[in-house]
T-cell receptor, first 114, second 114 residues
Framework: EAQVTQNPRYLITVTGKKLTVTCSQNMNHEYMSWYRQDPGLGLRQIYYSMNVEVTDKGDVPEGYKVSRKEKRNFPLILESPSPNQTSLYFC?????????????FGDGTRLSIL | SQQGEEDPQALSIQEGENATMNCSYKTSINNLQWYRQNSGRGLVHLILIRSNEREKHSGRLRVTLDTSKKSSSLLITASRAADTASYFCATEGVGGAGSYQLTFGKGTKLSVIP
């Protein structure tokens, strides 16, 4: 089954404790992206990757890191999480970048930073 | 980056009625997409419409695009309780970094009352 898998689905942690949210897709997509969703602000893009070893900042990259060492994986790293990073996070992938192809979304990761 | 804005923010209708949601955006686009999100879940792609298209259909969904007015509408006909969800438009800008990003609006929350 074609899917985007995020882990964990839920995480409660404390300020400053490094964490990684994993994202994996099985569709051989070139493009992958991370979004955060906050009430009243909609979805905002954090980082995206056009292909292996190619990443770029989205609209809200501060406090986040990403890497794309393999085509299928695109982990999101919070080196020193802070409470303002409490949010619902989504990973998405598409065949190519931009809006010419539909994006496939994971089920989301709800992060709470205390 | 530009962002589509959906209107209305919330819409409540009776089952069987039609629901219309609008999206406006600020600058020229290559493509526009509509997505649905059930509460707390990942977004699901509904329809993609390219800038040279005026209308697309998919089952009970009809999307129109008016590039001169920089607006799009999503019509759901004969609504069902299962259509209750948030609906988002997403735009791909023309040129520059915007060409590689899909920018989402804040969504319309649709409630269909049985």
């Amino acid at each position: 089954e074609a899917q985007v898998t995020q882990n964990p689905r839920y995480l409660i942690t404390v300020t400053g404790k490094k964490l990684t949210v994993t994202c994996s897709q099985n569709m051989n997509h070139e493009y992958m992206s991370w979004y955060r969703q906050d009430p009243g602000l909609g979805l905002r893009q954090i980082y995206y990757s056009m292909n292996v070893e190619v990443t770029d900042k989205g609209d809200v990259p501060e406090g986040y890191k990403v890497s794309r060492k393999e085509k299928r994986n695109f982990p999101l790293i919070l080196e020193s999480p802070s409470p303002n990073q409490t949010s619902l996070y989504f990973c998405a992938s598409s065949l190519i970048g931009g809006g010419a192809q539909p994006q496939h979304f994971g089920d989301g990761t709800r992060l709470s930073i205390l | 980056s530009q962002q589509g804005e959906e209107d209305p923010q919330a819409l409540s209708i009776q089952e069987g009625e039609n629901a219309t949601m609008n999206c406006s955006y600020k600058t020229s686009i290559n493509n526009l997409q509509w997505y649905r999100q059930n509460s707390g879940r990942g977004l699901v792609h509904l329809i993609l419409i390219r800038s040279n298209e005026r209308e697309k259909h998919s089952g009970r969904l009809r999307v129109t695009l008016d590039t001169s007015k920089k607006s799009s509408s999503l019509l759901i006909t004969a609504s069902r309780a299962a259509d209750t969800a948030s609906y988002f438009c997403a735009t791909e800008g023309v040129g520059g970094a915007g060409s590689y990003q899909l920018t989402f609006g804040k969504g319309t929350k649709l409630s269909v009352i049985p």
